[in-house]
């Protein structure tokens, strides 16, 4: 797990703005998978996707990955660092994935620091915010937190909304996460944007996503394996293999990691990194807002 740290420096090379020439980074916003579509098409047609694997997600994300997503969501909390009364907010977490680890992270700080007089007081000012666009998904994500005995906390909300317009105030957040979710916004760069507008001084954005392999012959059996393995396992276990089709389609098309690395710079983040996990399957980018 390499971790890449990537600076923009006066004539460097390295993050370079990007250019008009360079626009077409931002052409995926008017891709669906491998198909060109207008602007206001794509949310209904990702919603559309997110409606119809939202029962069978959590499954699909198992053997797809064979399990490997749990931890590195388990990688992704353990970089943000969550504390006690933070205010955190986790975008496209509709099934609650993330924003359970990082209560339980939360609630395991509280148990060492043995906080018996302050801890009433530090669950009220604790706030994680679960933002997703599609209600099934939020749905999905509120019966989970039943079965876990979260349904009556006081510190994890469920706000239905878009990325790209966040209905939070400037300067909220102590942090955001999203994890396998801004690759399906429509406008890449908004998203950045919103994420940069509602974080505190301090505050960090993290976000973990398929990415592009960089082992020559890995990626040559991990292309196979998500273009011919993953929609049938689609088709036979949620029976929707055109939903997991477009999941892979969406996968080649995100940018690679220098490059939306590039885009987090531009959104006006400073001490932009990423790590790849295995071979780049999967990347955490990061930045703080200064």
């Not at 317009?165 to 690759?183: K, P, V």
């Amino acid at each position: 797990m390499a971790l890449r740290s990537v600076t923009r420096k006066l004539g460097s090379k390295l993050l370079p703005r990007l250019s008009p020439a360079s626009s077409l980074l931002h052409s995926h916003a008017t891709s669906f998978g491998f198909k060109e579509v207008r602007e206001e098409e794509k949310s209904q047609m990702v919603g559309n996707v997110f409606s119809n694997v939202a029962s069978n997600y959590d499954t699909m994300n198992d053997l797809m990955s064979a399990g490997l997503h749990r931890l590195w969501k388990d990688r992704l909390v353990s970089k943000l660092n969550p504390f006690p009364g933070m205010s955190h907010l986790d975008v496209a977490g509709g099934t609650g994935d993330v924003a359970f680890r990082i209560l339980d992270s939360i609630n395991s700080i509280k148990r060492r620091a043995l906080l018996s007089v302050l801890e009433d007081d530090l669950e009220e000012e604790t706030k994680v915010y679960v933002c997703d666009i599609n209600p099934n998904m939020l749905n999905v994500g509120k019966k989970r937190a039943l079965q876990r005995g979260l349904g009556e906390d006081k510190s994890l909300l469920w706000v239905e909304g878009d990325a790209e317009a966040l209905s939070f105030g400037d300067n909220t957040m102590d942090g955001y996460t999203i994890a396998f979710g801004i690759r399906n916004v429509t406008h890449i760069e908004k998203a950045l944007s919103e994420a940069y507008r509602v974080l505190k001084r301090g505050g960090r954005f993290l976000c973990l996503e398929l990415s592009h392999v960089d082992v020559p012959v890995f990626k040559d059996f991990y292309d196979f394996y998500s273009f011919s393995v993953i929609p049938t396992l689609g088709e036979l276990v949620a029976g929707d293999r055109d939903s997991y089709q477009y999941l892979v389609e969406s996968i080649c098309r995100f940018p690679p990691q220098e490059t939306f690395a590039s885009m987090i710079a531009d959104a006006g983040f400073q001490k932009v990194e990423y790590e790849n996990l295995v071979g780049g399957i999967v990347a955490i980018h990061s930045g703080l807002k200064i």
